[in-house]
């Protein structure tokens, strides 16, 4: 066949070699940022030197000049390029085999630039009808994402044999193209190409990669019948298939039936165990691998750990550190991340530092992720704000999980100013479209007090999927904007995105805030009736919260009891917080012994019934509370409540005298008070137990610490700048009240995040419309 078959191929060849259509194949493409260029100078000397050179020294030359980079800027030059040096480099007579081993160094570097010139030698040379240069030059089509081109060679051969076959099938499978593979392993029957064993193990390990959960049953189903499972290599597809799947059951029955296991066969059925969760099993299955003399390698190592890691076993990782460095593998970045994982889950943050300074140059970005995980994990989020800053230094480039896990570290401190300066390098590092960080960056900033900047991320997340809808809708819920957070559900609904869970969750809990209870309860239902989703204990306590906060505690208390399981701690609390509220002792006393009964050491608790005792005068039941804490060493909670002013962070409890401007701030809340008490504000008073004394007596909460920090704030910030003040307990009522007056009186926006809620605090009212 002469080379003019070719006409239709993405380029033309004539007698010179020179390639007519080379701009076309080249500057048409819009992804050709992704290939790796040929610098046009190293091209030129590379192939002027080919006829002087002996074979092995032009591979070499070839590895050298292509991985140098650069750019075909010049499209005249290149057109000189073949008409001056591809002739001479054809006349060498190169062999198929030096062909092909060019075509697979192209192929596993994704130089399709380079590949083309190959191709051309093989119509020039005349031996592009070779079936094993054809083979090689459709499998660097397809690794180059030309898998069309890769076709068209296929397609005009006479002589076909299973292996090209293969290649065709491998080629649509790399490319994410399932169907058309199966439609070809279809036209091979037509062709009278029977599959062999590679075949069946491309197309097995394709159906796991994309869940094609039928179509692997009916090519095991074959399998079976041509007897292919004696084969090894075959049936270690189909387990790891199965594993895929998640049909553990169908993987266990396979790998039961083995005569022959390997290492292979081993890995993979421990990986689909660690993937269902079946953690303890995976690891007697390593345990039982190792009794069989079969080598672990660096794979099973990793999923052994991330086993050790999952259950929180330190014991059982450390002896498998001890083994991966017996074994010599210590130095393979993925197995050090592994090992860096499992320190961190079992709170060995120490050993996980240390691993990654053992790693050295060699630790990727993963590796770096996987210690700021465990750092944020662990609520060490200095020290995993100190581990992304020495990673920039290091010039290791960050990628969505590492910004994501950043920003939740400044969620926790909360640091407005550090999430701006890591925002900075999202956008920087062009991370900015990203779902992944964009969700991370809604939910840390409004974290962080500054909803306005959440919604900023949100518009500006052109296609939002579930997961950034959820952060938008979870901060409207936890700043009191139930309008906001039912709207955005609904815009959700309508552009075709499922809500999950969590989605709910957020939106009831929205409606809880704000006492909408008629929509909540429409919601709660639609979750099961209209979307298949069955509610966990977070919905069942937030719809105890709802009917609770709203007066309806004798609905709250039939809601309980109706529930599938026994009600636990968590379903209780708002239960016992809604009769606290509303002044219900007898119900709160049960709702008090129920929580007890699940968490004897809840402080809140004692605390709760101490109070009410003491508003309707059971002074004595109320000491009884207060001994009872003492007996039992249960201490409450103190007030903290921190601010940030000028990138440092300052806290305040309630009477500190111990921060550096505490005269200031003292004298600026005394004159405050005094201008609320002015403008007729009969300052509420809170009865404090006297325990010491037996009696009660009462006392202003003049100085509990979100007051202090909010006149550290006046003092310390701009005027017109919005205080954001965070607070470890919930926020009182008397300290509410005080808020709502000096945001009026001072003409500023103040933000107090307590353990609960966003308050925002503005021209005298709160965005809870004091229901809280």
Not at 613 to 621: L, W
Request: proline share 2%; aromatic share 10%.
């Amino acid at each position: 066949m002469s080379s003019s078959t070719f006409c239709s191929m993405p380029f033309t060849v004539n007698g010179n070699l020179k390639l007519v259509q080379w701009r076309n194949v080249i500057y048409s493409s819009n992804n050709l940022a992704a290939y790796q260029p040929l610098k046009l100078a190293t091209a030129r000397k590379l192939l002027d030197e080919i006829a002087k050179r002996t074979r092995s020294s032009v591979a070499d030359l070839h590895i050298a000049g292509c991985a140098d980079g650069g750019n075909f800027g010049n499209s005249n030059a290149i057109d000189d390029l073949f008409g001056e040096s591809v002739m001479d480099c054809a006349s060498n007579h190169m062999d198929e085999q030096y062909i092909i081993d060019q075509l697979r160094y192209c192929s596993s570097e994704g130089i399709l630039e380079l590949g083309i010139i190959y191709h051309a030698l093989t119509i020039k040379t005349g031996i592009w009808f070779n079936k094993f240069v054809a083979t090689a030059l459709v499998n660097m089509y397809a690794k180059c994402g030309q898998i069309d081109n890769g076709k068209m060679i296929f397609d005009r051969m006479s002589c076909i044999d299973v292996a090209l076959c293969n290649s065709m099938i491998c080629g649509y499978v790399s490319n994410g193209m399932l169907s058309e593979a199966f439609a070809f392993f279809i036209e091979m029957g037509n062709l009278d190409i029977v599959p062999n064993h590679y075949t069946y193990s491309i197309l097995l390990s394709a159906c796991g990669a994309s869940t094609a959960v039928k179509e692997g049953k009916q090519l095991h189903a074959q399998i079976v019948k041509l007897k292919l499972m004696l084969l090894t290599a075959v049936a270690n597809s189909a387990l790891t298939m199965y594993s895929k799947f998640g049909m553990i059951e169908e993987a266990e029955n396979l790998f039961q039936g083995l005569a022959n296991r390997n290492l292979i066969s081993w890995t993979a059925f421990i990986s689909g165990l660690y993937h269902q969760k079946a953690f303890n099993k995976a690891l007697a299955q390593f345990c039982l691998m190792r009794k069989n003399n079969t080598e672990p390698n660096e794979y099973t190592f990793s999923v052994a750990l991330s086993c050790a890691a999952s259950i929180e076993c330190h014991d059982y990782g450390c002896a498998l550190h001890a083994q991966v460095i017996k074994h010599g593998m210590i130095s393979m970045v993925f197995v050090g991340t592994a090992i860096i994982d499992m320190y961190s889950k079992c709170a060995e943050l120490s050993g996980a530092r240390k691993q990654l300074e053992e790693m050295g140059r060699i630790a990727s970005c993963a590796t770096w992720n996987a210690v700021i995980t465990g750092l944020v994990r662990n609520d060490e989020v200095a020290a995993a704000l100190e581990v992304f800053h020495k990673m920039l230094n290091n010039d290791i480039a960050c990628d969505e999980y590492t910004f994501s896990a950043t920003l939740k570290a400044c969620s926790l401190l909360p640091s407005l100013a550090i999430c701006r300066q890591v925002h900075s390098r999202v956008v920087k590092e062009k991370f900015g479209t990203n779902l992944h960080v964009a969700s991370s960056l809604i939910e840390t900033y409004a974290q962080c007090g500054n909803l306005e900047d959440a919604e900023k991320a949100f518009c500006l997340t052109s296609t939002p999927d579930v997961v950034t809808f959820n952060a938008m809708i979870g901060a409207y819920s936890q700043y009191g904007y139930p309008t906001k957070a039912i709207f955005l559900f609904e815009k959700m609904v309508e552009k075709g995105i499922l809500p999950t869970s969590f989605t709910f969750l957020a939106v009831i809990s929205a409606c809880s805030h704000c006492g909408l209870v008629q929509q909540g309860r429409e919601l709660f239902e639609s979750m099961t009736r209209d979307y298949g989703i069955l509610p966990e204990e977070k919905h069942y306590s937030c719809m105890v919260d709802l009917l609770s906060r709203s007066g309806q505690l004798e609905n709250a208390l039939e809601f309980i009891n109706k529930l599938p399981n026994e009600p636990s701690a968590p379903i209780w609390r708002p239960f016992l917080a809604g009769c606290r509220f509303h002044g219900f002792l007898e119900m709160a006393e049960l709702a008090a012994s129920k929580i007890l009964e699940h968490d004897p050491g809840d402080a809140s608790v004692y605390v709760t019934l101490s109070n009410m005792y003491v508003e309707v005068g059971k002074v004595s039941d109320a000491l009884k509370q207060r001994a009872l804490m003492k007996s039992k060493s249960i201490q409450k909670e103190p007030g903290c409540s921190w601010l940030e002013v000028n990138a440092k962070v300052h806290r305040f409890f309630s009477g500190d005298r111990r921060h550096i401007d505490t005269p200031k701030v003292y004298y600026k809340l005394e004159n405050l008070m005094q201008k609320i008490q002015t403008d007729c504000y009969n300052l509420a008073k809170t009865s404090i137990l006297n325990t010491e004394l037996g009696q009660v007596t009462e006392e202003k909460c003049l100085f509990h610490s979100e007051r202090l920090a909010v006149c550290f704030g006046l003092l310390n910030l701009p005027k017109g700048t919005t205080i954001r003040v965070f607070k470890n307990i919930r926020i009182c009522l008397d300290c509410h009240t005080t808020m709502k007056h000096i945001s009026n009186i001072t003409n500023r926006d103040i933000i107090i995040r307590d353990n609960y809620r966003f308050h925002h605090f503005k021209h005298g009212c709160c965005s809870c419309g004091d229901f809280w």
